[in-house]
């Protein structure tokens, strides 16, 4: 059993960067590949980024690919996903996600969400 949990979300100006992490505990994360999904109100719940178990291959969605950059710290037992040119389309709960790369993240555990707001 793994426990995730987002801190780092907040209201940030367009243009502008944030830093979103997520903290495991209950288990190590280097058993688990590793993402980052998002949820604006009244939609549904969208991929974001994958990052494989050893941190070496990730893969970004094209929305914001070139603008976010997902890492990890398996001795912190930690994963980031660093926002930069930050859009208004953007704004959303950010989730954090523990499973296995089958072609795409299997989700087997997910955080609590944390919100970002990008104002315009």
């Known amino acids: 059993q793994v426990q995730l949990v987002e801190s780092g979300g907040g209201l940030v100006q367009a243009g502008g960067s944030l830093r979103v992490s997520c903290a495991a505990s209950g288990s190590t994360i280097s058993s688990y590949a590793m993402g980052w999904f998002r949820q604006a109100p009244g939609k549904e719940r969208d991929f974001v980024a994958r990052i494989s178990r050893s941190g070496d291959t990730t893969y970004h969605a094209s929305s914001v690919r070139g603008r976010f950059t997902i890492s990890r710290d398996n001795v912190k037992n930690t994963i980031y996903l660093q926002m930069n040119s930050l859009k208004p389309e953007d704004t959303a709960a950010y989730y954090c996600?523990?499973?296995?790369?089958?072609?795409?993240?299997?989700?087997?555990?997910w955080g609590q969400g944390t919100q970002v707001t990008v104002s315009s």
């Open positions: 996600a523990a499973g296995d790369i089958r072609g795409s993240l299997i989700v087997r555990y």
